[in-house]
């Protein structure tokens, strides 16, 4: 019998990444580019958008009623919280230490870069300010549900499905039709999901046409040396301090890539988390984490465990300040790490989260806001690599907290891809 031709969607991806660029690259400037190719990019995202809510929703409805012990789940809360604060605080002393070592600010003329438009990220900003921390604890409980869940808004869709979840574990018999309701939808929401893939390798075209056509390499020549290093410290950020903690597990980070392989690439091509954050769950059930400590460490580290954007945020601030030849000292790096742990925490839903963190940060240890207008032109390209240090981080903060807590149950196949019976049956 003659063997069917495979095509893998990693590689169906990086087609259409390639072909992007190519075209991107031939049509630089010409605004044609994104009036036909934006849309495939953008209805691309919004299916992804789309699907996100309900399986949220449905697979720690599920997760949580299966396990019913609020002890059990107020002890996985806690030291799921922990372990994302050491490791963003690791993050940011790893961006500090590259950026003081390095020096990649230094020697730069600003009058050859330019200035990219921050005025969108201002306002949000100005909005993030003004919340204190009891704003932020108040926004966690939701007084709408159906409108948490038009805006997306993570953590109230956590909350009420965790209470709704141990709502049907204690109501015994007569919750199961509903929890029976919820699998369904989840089973279903899934299998759109893999359906809705096979649209990636042309949203991930679409998306990458435009934002080549946008710039050349006049703009990224003079941040040439800030692009490099930004990318070497978040890969030695990668294959040290995650594999070490995944060492630790007795797990490695090489095996949790080479899972995530095609999740990894379509993150990095969209510059989005949310692409992937369906599957990331969907595989990292299939490598033996229980659905629901999947189901509440990837959501809830979408906003508190962002290794890649907190790493990139204390690079980029000191790289501004060497550029305007600002030292700060010991205490105001201090002072800046501590900043960066409260502001970069529950605010990923913001558009241009990175931006926006290091508006409300920068200005308290005295380093210009306007600095970040020469960095904007690039950032795209920037927040594709930390994008993919996201997601990395999250898989293996579940690895871990599933093996802290005995629940991690290898699968009998390391073949841990969604095969087409799976996607479509």
Same mark, same amino acid.
């Given at each position: 019998?003659?063997?069917?031709?495979?095509?893998?969607?990693?590689y169906?991806?990086?087609?259409?990444?390639i072909l992007?660029?190519?075209?991107?690259?031939?049509f630089?400037?010409?605004?044609a580019?994104?009036?036909?190719?934006?849309p495939?990019g953008t209805?691309?995202?919004?299916?992804?958008?789309?699907?996100?809510?309900p399986?949220?929703i449905?697979?720690?409805?599920?997760?949580?009623?299966g396990?019913?012990?609020i002890?059990?789940l107020?002890k996985?809360g806690?030291k799921?919280?922990?372990?994302f604060?050491?490791v963003?605080l690791?993050?940011?002393?790893?961006?500090?230490?590259?950026?003081?070592?390095?020096?990649?600010?230094?020697g730069?003329d600003?009058?050859?870069l330019?200035?990219?438009?921050?005025?969108?990220y201002?306002?949000?900003?100005?909005?993030?300010q003004?919340?204190g921390?009891?704003?932020v604890?108040?926004?966690?409980?939701?007084?709408?549900?159906?409108?948490?869940m038009a805006n997306?808004?993570?953590?109230p869709?956590?909350?009420?499905s965790?209470?709704f979840?141990?709502?049907?574990?204690?109501?015994?018999?007569r919750?199961k039709?509903?929890?029976a309701?919820?699998?369904?939808?989840?089973?279903?929401m899934f299998?759109v999901?893999n359906l809705?893939? &096979?649209?990636?390798?042309? #949203?991930?075209?679409?998306l *990458?046409g435009?934002? !080549?056509?946008?710039? @050349?390499l /006049?703009s990224?020549?003079?941040?040439?040396?800030?692009?490099i290093l930004?990318?070497v410290?978040m890969?030695?950020?990668v294959?040290?301090?995650?594999?070490?903690?995944?060492?630790?597990?007795?797990?490695?980070i090489?095996?949790?890539?080479k899972l995530?392989?095609?999740?990894?690439?379509l993150?990095?091509?969209t510059a989005?988390s949310?692409?992937?954050l369906p599957r990331?769950?969907? &595989?990292?059930?299939?490598k #033996?984490?229980?659905?629901? *400590?999947?189901s509440? !460490?990837?959501?809830? @580290?979408? /906003?508190?465990?962002?290794?890649g954007?907190t790493?990139?945020?204390?690079?980029?601030?000191?790289?501004i300040a060497?550029?305007?030849?600002?030292?700060?000292?010991?205490?105001?790096?201090?002072?800046?790490?501590?900043?960066?742990?409260v502001?970069?925490?529950?605010?990923?839903?913001?558009?241009?989260?990175?931006?926006?963190v290091l508006?409300?940060?920068l200005?308290?240890?005295g380093i210009?806001?306007?600095?970040?207008?020469f960095?904007a032109?690039?950032?795209?390209l920037?927040?594709?690599?930390r994008?993919?240090v996201?997601?990395?981080?999250?898989?293996?903060?579940?690895?871990?907290?599933?093996k802290?807590?005995?629940?991690?149950?290898?699968?009998?196949?390391?073949?841990?891809?969604?095969n087409?019976?799976?996607?479509?049956?």
């Amino acid at each position: 019998m003659k063997r069917k031709f495979k095509f893998p969607l990693a590689y169906q991806i990086l087609v259409g990444l390639i072909l992007g660029i190519i075209v991107g690259a031939v049509f630089y400037g010409n605004p044609a580019i994104e009036t036909y190719l934006q849309p495939l990019g953008t209805m691309f995202i919004n299916m992804i958008k789309m699907i996100v809510v309900p399986i949220i929703i449905s697979t720690l409805i599920v997760g949580v009623a299966g396990t019913g012990d609020i002890k059990q789940l107020g002890k996985l809360g806690g030291k799921t919280m922990l372990y994302f604060q050491v490791v963003s605080l690791i993050a940011i002393v790893v961006g500090l230490s590259a950026a003081n070592i390095f020096k990649p600010g230094e020697g730069i003329d600003m009058s050859s870069l330019a200035k990219g438009d921050i005025d969108q990220y201002v306002q949000t900003t100005e909005n993030v300010q003004n919340e204190g921390i009891m704003d932020v604890l108040v926004g966690i409980v939701p007084s709408n549900i159906v409108d948490s869940m038009a805006n997306a808004d993570m953590l109230p869709l956590i909350f009420f499905s965790v209470l709704f979840g141990l709502g049907i574990a204690s109501i015994g018999e007569r919750g199961k039709p509903v929890l029976a309701f919820f699998q369904g939808t989840a089973d279903a929401m899934f299998w759109v999901t893999n359906l809705i893939m &096979k649209f990636a390798p042309i #949203g991930v075209f679409g998306l *990458i046409g435009v934002t !080549v056509s946008k710039f @050349g390499l /006049s703009s990224l020549i003079p941040l040439g040396k800030l692009m490099i290093l930004v990318y070497v410290t978040m890969i030695f950020f990668v294959v040290v301090v995650l594999g070490v903690i995944s060492k630790m597990v007795g797990s490695s980070i090489f095996t949790t890539i080479k899972l995530l392989k095609d999740e990894l690439l379509l993150a990095y091509s969209t510059a989005s988390s949310e692409t992937v954050l369906p599957r990331l769950m969907q &595989k990292m059930e299939k490598k #033996g984490c229980p659905k629901d *400590i999947v189901s509440f !460490v990837i959501p809830t @580290g979408y /906003s508190f465990n962002l290794d890649g954007s907190t790493l990139y945020q204390a690079l980029a601030a000191i790289f501004i300040a060497q550029m305007y030849n600002i030292n700060l000292s010991v205490m105001e790096q201090i002072t800046l790490v501590l900043v960066l742990m409260v502001t970069s925490n529950g605010i990923a839903g913001v558009p241009g989260v990175s931006f926006v963190v290091l508006l409300a940060t920068l200005g308290t240890v005295g380093i210009p806001l306007e600095g970040l207008a020469f960095i904007a032109g690039v950032d795209r390209l920037l927040d594709m690599g930390r994008t993919v240090v996201n997601v990395l981080g999250n898989a293996t903060a579940t690895i871990v907290i599933s093996k802290s807590e005995g629940r991690f149950k290898p699968a009998e196949s390391e073949d841990y891809n969604i095969n087409p019976a799976e996607e479509l049956a």
